[in-house]
């Protein structure tokens, strides 16, 4: 199979893009299940309480790195294949992480002076200072991290991704196991083992990206990148901040123990997360390769009305198992959690299908665009968790959360399309996911008013419709046999093996 897609017929980009998830997502996706795998081992060494605590902690570093990368992996991304000198891609990358490492050379330490300060604006917890700077330790190792991630996903190394991205997750891990079982250790000793992990995973990424470093020229390139990674890293920012203040919030209306609950529900929502992260891991690269070729739109559109439908199915199948996923992985303790799955899951579903919307932003170059977007989520959620919180307790807190991810969406679809015009088919796309909709809210409601078999089986009723009426209704006859070639084409490959 050919490297790049762009010159593929549409059976050979969409098994391209279903290998590309296979192998870049499913290790991210599996990076993501490791967080699964060690919550039944946090859960049960914490109380609930301190169960939040940490996983406020653990968010926090994700903002913090995301801070300090600020828009340059996604302007790497962008202008990389702008270039096809393989020494003009090394100056852009080159540039691009020296401006990066001088970032945090220079913040680092300002951060660190005004910890106490700082954390009075945190959440209320037990050494609470020491936490924040075990935080800070981590941002130059985590941005190599990330940094290097990207860099090998965007140039389709495949080994050496999956060296970085299982790996990191595999270690982090195991020393968790170490730090819990070894020496019993709390919150803090849980995050100098993450600690630990990504100094080591960090100078690995170094390691295995050192034939794009070399000594900068000048800084030509990254004031080309600088205008389009701006507006992205306030985005990102924006979008990393988003968790962030929703554990707050939580902690500040509902208390600590249901900041733990909310933390539990949203370990069970990465399910969906392991099929999200796996499509939008691949979708990246594989969007940005074939955008320049007339047929795109036709691929875009097929692309979309597939995640709608799978992800959907999966929404709806991850709500109807929750409360027993919750039972094996976090205990009976945490049940009360399971009434707030579907609206985080739905939420993560939306979020992943504007993703596929929204390329018309990413192809002007107007990232700008995106800040209102982001803007408009962060006040959505925020204002309705305020609302909401007080009267439904943790259910409002997930529907303030699914409101804000519905109202981005809209807005960044509609922007991008103003931007950049697609003959997007959005009618049956929407219709999959208004459904789903009506039925999760629908379940959510009966379950909690009238038995939990109720909620069981319209959540049940709901899967079969979506399957059928996706096949029938919302995939186009070309669309279905599209398909069936691919699974004919994977089927004979079977077979010979």
Known sequence: MSKTPEHLSQEGRMAFLFKDSVIYGGAAALSKAFTLITLPLLVRHFKVAEYGVLDFYMVLIVFMTILFVFGQDSAVARYYYEYEDSSDRQQLISQSLVFQMLGICALLPVLWGAADWITSFLIDA????????????HLPFMVLISFSQGLLKWTFERTRFLIMSVGFMAGQGGLLLIALYGYGVGITGVLLASFMNSVMFGVLGLILIKK???????????????????PIGIICVAGALSPTLERMLTDTLLGAEQLGLYAVATKIALLIGLIVSAFQTAWGPFSLSIYKHADAAQTYNLVLKIFAIISCVGALTLTLIADCLIVILATDKYIAASMVVFPLVFGLVVQATSWITEIGT????????????????IIVTSSGIWLLAPIYGLLGVGLAVLTGHIAKALLASWLAQRSYRMPWDYGRAAAVFVTTLIVGLLATYS??????????????????????????????????VVLKNILSSLLQKERKA
């Not at 037990?126 to 330790?137: G, N, S, W």
């Not at 000048?218 to 600088?226: N, V």
């Not at 990413?362 to 989520?377: H, N, V, W």
């Not at 009238?450 to 919302?474: D, M, N, Q, V």
């Open 126 to 137: 037990p050494e609470r200072t020491t936490l924040f700077k075990i935080v800070l330790l």
């Open 212 to 230: 794009w470093l070399v000594r900068p020229k000048d800084f030509k390139f990254l004031s080309e990148m600088l205008p389009f990674a701006t």
């Open 362 to 377: 990413t192809l002007s170059k107007r990232s700008g665009l995106m800040i209102y977007s982001y803007t408009l989520m």
């Open 447 to 480: 379950g909690n008013t009238f038995h939990a078999i109720a909620e069981k089986l319209i959540l049940l009723s709901g899967i079969f419709l979506i399957l059928g009426a996706g096949w029938c209704f919302i995939l186009a006859y070309e669309d279905r």
